[in-house]
């Protein structure tokens, strides 16, 4: 009981400003939270410029003593029907904000499929059939159909077979140069990070490609959707036959390179 009034007794220290009972008689105190001592007092001004700090303009973010973790009190005034509904449409608003956001986002990706869909239709089969083709077909069946060639062609894009062929290549050669020795082979070299932005430029772009090369190469065959095929076939075939190449030399530079000695090292040792 004693030490309590002692407490009592004690002149007051504002926390924020630091700044005692004597130097402002007419300030306001407050003792929001469970913390004794020092830290027990503060101004009204003080903890109201504290809050906004805190808040950063959001009156209704709940705030807590930095040292008791105390959650402070806050009680507004009444306000009016008005303002209490704008408030409450504010919070509806903020809530329902991210997922309209993403709709949007998914909305976007998915007419802009549909839209390459029938872009790359009309470059693969032809621009009259293709036109006479979207036509007859069933919306539905367009709406549902368009968006997959886009993801059909980024699928079939992330399907590596140059790696499949030069892995094949490298265990067959590690086998035949190490058969005779008691180590075992080295393991295949680690493939590099697959890009993204290559991966989906490069699959989304595969239809003019072999269209252009359809018509360069095979300019004979009258159906564009056969010109296109046989012109895709044929840059797979030559840019995946390039890559395993390039890939076979570079695992055979790796496996013939040498490690050369420091130059000091070779100083020293051919110096008297």
């Keep these: 009981m004693a030490a309590a009034l002692d407490e009592e007794q004690q002149e007051r220290h504002c926390w924020v400003c630091f700044a005692s009972e004597s130097d402002d008689r007419g300030a306001q105190w407050l003792s929001p939270c469970r913390c004794k001592g020092c830290t027990k007092w503060i101004h009204q001004s003080c903890l109201q410029r504290w809050l906004d700090e805190k808040q950063r303009g959001s009156g209704g973010v709940a705030v807590s003593c930095p040292q008791c973790d105390t959650q402070y009190r806050l009680v507004f005034p009444k306000m009016g029907a008005l303002v209490y509904f704008l408030q409450q449409v504010d919070r509806a608003l903020s809530r329902v904000s991210p997922l309209a956001a993403f709709g949007v986002l998914v909305g976007t990706a998915y007419w802009s499929a549909v839209t390459y869909g029938a872009v790359a239709v009309l470059q693969v089969v032809g621009h009259k059939k293709g036109l006479t083709v979207m036509q007859r077909a069933d919306p539905r069946f367009l709406l549902m159909a368009l968006p997959t060639i886009p993801v059909i062609l980024v699928l079939g894009k992330m399907v590596r077979w140059e790696d499949f062929l030069v892995r094949l290549w490298i265990r067959h050669s590690d086998r035949r140069q190490h058969a005779e020795s008691e180590d075992p082979p080295p393991p295949p070299a680690a493939e590099r990070h697959v890009s993204v932005s290559r991966t989906l430029c490069g699959a989304l772009v595969l239809p003019w490609i072999s269209s252009l090369l ?46 050369l000695d420091y130059p000091d090292t070779c100083d020293a040792a051919t110096s008297p």
């Design 214 to 259: 359809g018509r360069l190469l095979f300019p004979r065959v009258a159906s564009n959707l056969q010109q296109t095929f046989l012109g895709g076939a044929t840059f797979v075939l030559l840019k995946g036959s390039l890559k395993v190449y390039v890939k076979q030399q570079q695992h055979v530079a790796r496996t013939k390179r040498t490690i």
